[in-house]
């Protein structure tokens, strides 16, 4: 709700399309990039305690491949990387999506090193797909 129809949120997909183009129309851009990494950094340290909550101790390599499992579901939910355009319904999607594919993975008892490569198999299909839609969008 709030990245669709605040200003602030409408000042962040215009920072993620092109910073060039948010400064023209007006956009504090490196307050505003420095305003998210502060949020991102609260957001992070949150969810460790969470975490740490949860288990009740933390390792050192405690979210060490999380981030590619990130990508992938934001990639498979239809997130560009270029930036710009997603929704929040498409990346729950993925997420959804993503873990479905991994739980079923882990109950047939399938390596931790098949986890990894369906996440990156997953991810080169999506981007795939998305390459193939957007060149037929200019045809």
Do not use: C
């Amino acid at each position: 709700m709030l990245l669709s129809y605040h200003r602030i949120g409408r000042q962040i997909y215009a920072l993620g399309g092109n910073s060039e183009a948010a400064r023209a129309a007006g956009v504090r851009v490196d307050r505003l990039t420095f305003q998210l990494f502060v949020v991102a950094s609260l957001l992070a340290a949150l969810a460790g305690v969470i975490i740490m909550g949860r288990i009740g101790s933390v390792a050192s390599s405690q979210g060490k491949n999380l981030i590619f499992a990130v990508m992938a579901a934001s990639v498979l939910g239809g997130v560009s990387m270029n930036g710009g355009r997603g929704r929040l319904t498409g990346a729950l999607l993925g997420v959804l999506f993503l873990g479905t594919v991994s739980n079923i993975l882990l109950l047939a008892g399938a390596p931790t090193f098949w986890l990894d490569a369906t996440n990156g198999a997953l991810i080169l299909v999506a981007l795939l797909v998305a390459r193939l839609a957007g060149s037929r969008k200019w045809a």
